[in-house]
């Protein structure tokens, strides 16, 4: 065998092995790596499972905090309805009993007020057997005027209420 021949087959034995070298130096990189990356992944699925499980705490937490508030607003809710029936039904017996006569409502006089260019006696009459200060009736229509207004005014201070209610609930 010619020299050149020798040195030609010993620089393929020198590649065979380099590549050889290289290719089991590779496979066991992709070996360690593969673990790595396999541990890399469990891990990753641990984390994620951890976050859904608080995920999943967090949204039952805020579910029942959201259960807890409609209760408490329903309780509210009912406590003024039944504060505004109870109202309208009281207005709704003055009414009729202002309709019927059974009931006059009547204002205090200023007996000493000469500026309003009514004078109203000092002393009661005989025939009266009220004693204190002078009253003057008022006019049944006028009464059914004054108690609407009343009942307007009721109605209101209810939902007003019912506002603050609502807005303390959902500061709490």
Known sequence: MAPIQRLLGALVLVILLVAGGAGGAWKVQDWRYGEQLAEQARLHGETLNQLNLAAAARQQAEQDKRLTLEQQLQASDQTNHKALTDAQRDQ?????????????LSVLVDAAD?????????????SCVVHGAPRARLDPAHAQRIVGITDDGDQGLIAL?????????LQR
């Open 114 to 126: 000469t500026a309003s260019g009514c004078t109203v006696p000092a002393t009661a009459a005989t």
């Open 92 to 104: 709704s017996r003055l009414r009729d009993r202002l309709a019927t006569a059974d009931l006059r």
């Open 161 to 169: 209420a019912a506002c603050q209610d609502y807005v303390r609930a």
